[in-house]
């Protein structure tokens, strides 16, 4: 806390107020300083051109990229896989084409938005309101100092006028700063150009500056240094071997191939206004650079596919960290977590990768995370319908919310690639993996300064598109482990006695006995695949319903030998759990959530137009997170975030707190509370009915399902007043 004490000096004689003493602890309180903008890629930042720019760049990319043919050198390995080293010169050389080619096209087209200014701050509206005034003002002291400077008559009268109208319209210009932003929104808002409308959003918020120190370290590259020394993750199973040569000796191999017709798919799933690489290019200059990009990048893929080998420019990863936690101490670094930007024609090639790999890649149904068409909400009602399902009969339910210590940076390769090899996934994709994760480089950049290079020693790339595949995989031997045993919960001959999101997992058992033995199975899969389970972090509850069979004196859940806590509610997924399935609490959450982002608009949005408010509230104002799952609630808990939902509404739009709340929703042409929760609601049973999830299918078969039903009977129950014959 920074406020240490507050009181007020009632003892005061020298006025007729009293004064509040407030005392603060200023060491708290850390200096900052301004990240510095990178000068290496000014020039090749996509930033927002216009049409002529893009025209530009797309016919330089064109004159340049119709150049780069199939290199001569691997047309005897154009159908195989080949080992010739020297050929890795030559798609290194390919590469530093392609780069070059979409660096040079993006210098000659220029940066939209990047003309040089002067010093100081920005001022908004400059070129609407200013540009005029102050390019006349400009040519009139020309005019005057070449004449002289003279001190009276019509030249010295046009300059002083001419001064006068430029200053005072600079003046009116900064004293509407934020009205003139507002416009800004609202023009865009007008012509459809929605994505202008939520960048210059986004730009409004005030943009955080980087503590003076780390850890009490000042230099920026020794911070970075501090951060690569946090972030680097030691395998708990122990090193392993670099791969330099990732192609075993007269390996024999099909040769997999990409078409232009895959790359530009690929570019097409991108979306753009994403951070660049150490390059500078982003998926923007691929969409831009014509018909031929495309099919040079297939060439360049499909040989680093039969080579094992990848350029180590191409591998380069810059690393940025992020502020966990914007409210604590941001001199500690572990409120921090790392961001990777790679550059942006590995992520094409990732995507490339993921494809090939998911024809390969089976995973089981309990896997909740990373799946197409699944979502956290699904792992929640499966939790809830479980519960519910053995609560209605009487029957206790033991759950363990296990929490897995920086899982995603504790995969151990070797153990990897053999899974990969298990399921059949062909060795030359494998191959490319083990080269890419054994010789990838990691720097930290912090205030512009990048940090000693670094390489992983265990766990899956951070924001690659192949990374939750390969987890997936890694971690699916568990689930499979789990649900093979003939303890826990099942309903329809359905295994629920694990349920997973990525690394977050739950077991469920009906017996105290039975969740002892699923942590066992827990504890051992862990140890020989080298990941840690948080023991702080997980914890158990026991779900009962009056009348069930419960046994008084309950032996300690433990996990590493540790005694897991016993609690009465979890937050799951982001959603309140509790012990009696009642949705008060997390009710009560989304009303606080609803409230802080109500008057976060309401405060930084005030002076915008009334569509642009409602845009913004449509926005942040009605997802309402898991609202479809609220079953076993009050009407006092219903009214509460109701009305909190119309005094959002009528705090961002700026209307009267006792209007007519079915008037305003109708004239805003939004949806009201009641229209919010029956769409939610339609979209979760949609959802499950239509899902191919064995446990989902499960649950939209069976008629007692009171999630389902509770949303079902949002859009049948119709009240009729009662009428007298």
């Known amino acids: 806390m920074t406020v240490i004490d507050v009181n007020v000096m009632y003892d005061t004689k020298w006025s007729d107020h009293f004064p509040l003493i407030i005392k603060c602890n200023l060491h708290l309180i850390n200096p900052k300083i301004s990240p510095r903008i990178d000068n290496v890629n000014k020039d090749v930042l996509w930033g927002v051109k216009n049409d002529d720019q893009i025209r530009i760049y797309t016919k330089e990319c064109h004159d340049r990229l119709k150049c780069i043919d199939f290199p001569s050198e691997c047309l005897s390995c154009a159908d195989s896989c080949c080992s010739d080293r020297g050929h890795r010169l030559v798609l290194d050389k390919l590469y530093t084409d392609i780069v070059t080619a979409l660096r040079d096209a993006a210098t000659l087209a220029g940066r939209g938005g990047s003309k040089k200014r002067m010093c100081g701050s920005r001022i908004v509206g400059w070129n609407k309101y200013v540009s005029d005034a102050h390019r006349a003002a400009r040519s009139k002291f020309l005019v005057w100092v070449m004449s002289g400077k003279p001190k009276s008559g019509i030249l010295y009268s046009e300059m002083s006028e001419s001064r006068r109208i430029f200053k005072s319209r600079l003046k009116w210009c900064q004293n509407r700063q934020d009205q ?161 930007l790679a550059t942006v024609i590995a992520k094409v090639f990732d995507s490339l990768l993921n494809t090939q790999l998911n024809k390969f890649v089976v995973i089981h149904d309990n896997q909740f995370g990373f799946r197409p068409r699944l979502s956290t909400e699904s792992a929640i009602l499966c939790l809830k319908q479980t519960v519910k399902y053995y609560t209605n009969r009487k029957t206790p339910v033991y759950a363990c919310f296990l929490d897995l210590s920086k899982a995603f940076d504790r995969v151990e390769y070797r153990l990897l690639w053999d899974k990969l090899k298990s399921i059949n996934v062909p060795l030359e994709l494998v191959s490319v993996f083990q080269y890419w994760y054994a010789q990838q480089t990691n720097n930290v950049r912090w205030a512009g300064v990048m940090s000693d290079s670094y390489q992983l020693e265990c766990g899956v790339r951070q924001g690659g598109l192949t990374s939750p595949t390969l987890f997936n995989v890694y971690i699916n031997g568990l689930i499979v482990a789990l649900s093979s045993q003939h303890v826990g919960c099942h309903i329809d001959g359905v295994c629920v006695n694990n349920l997973s999101y990525a690394d977050d997992m739950v077991l469920l058992s009906a017996s105290i006995c039975g969740l002892r033995k699923l942590i066992q199975t827990c504890e051992e899969y862990a140890c020989g695949h080298g990941l840690m389970y948080n023991v702080k972090k997980s914890q158990y509850m026991i779900f009962e319903t009056a009348g069930a069979r419960c046994p008084v004196n309950i032996p300690p859940v433990k996990l590493s030998g540790v005694a897991l806590e016993r609690v009465k509610q979890f937050k799951y997924l982001g959603h309140i759990v509790t012990v009696s399935l009642g949705d008060h609490a997390d009710m009560e959450r989304e009303r606080r959530a609803l409230s802080v982002k109500a008057n976060m608009v309401a405060r930084r949005f005030a002076r915008c137009s009334r569509e642009v408010k409602v845009t913004l509230f449509r926005a942040y104002c009605t997802s309402l997170y898991t609202c479809s799952l609220w079953a076993h609630y009050t009407s006092r808990d219903y009214s509460a975030i109701r009305v909190q939902y119309n005094n959002a509404f009528r705090a961002v739009v700026g209307l009267p707190r006792y209007c007519s709340a079915s008037g305003m929703f109708t004239e805003s042409r939004t949806d009201s509370f009641q229209a919010t929760m029956r769409k939610r609601a339609a979209s979760l049973v949609r959802r499950v009915r239509a899902s191919a999830n064995t446990i989902l299918a499960m649950i939209g078969d069976r008629l007692d399902c009171p999630f389902i039903k509770h949303c079902s009977d949002r859009h049948v129950t119709v009240r009729m007043p009662n009428r007298k014959f």
């Not at 009490?216 to 951060?227: M, Q, S």
């Not at 099919?295 to 960290?321: E, N, W």
């Open 180 to 340: 003139i932003k507002m416009d800004a929104l609202v023009v865009k808002h007008n012509k459809g150009d929605f994505r202008g409308f939520w960048k210059s959003t986004n730009n409004i918020s005030v943009r955080q500056g980087l503590p003076v120190s780390i850890d009490g370290v000042n230099d920026p590259k020794e911070i970075g240094n501090v951060f690569k020394d946090y972030f680097s993750v030691k395998s708990l199973l122990g090193p392993v071997a670099t791969v330099h040569n990732a192609d075993p000796p007269g390996f024999q191999k099909v040769g997999i191939h990409f078409r232009a017709k895959d790359v530009v798919q690929a570019f097409r799933d991108m979306s753009g206004g994403k951070s660049p690489g150490h390059d500078g290019l982003s998926v923007e200059h691929l969409k831009h650079a014509g018909p031929h990009i495309a099919r040079v990048l297939a060439v360049f893929y499909s040989l680093c596919v039969s080579h094992s080998y990848l350029p180590a420019d191409f591998m380069k990863t810059v690393v940025v960290p992020i502020v966990k936690n914007k409210t604590g101490d941001l001199s500690d670094k572990s409120n921090y977590r790392p961001i990777s």
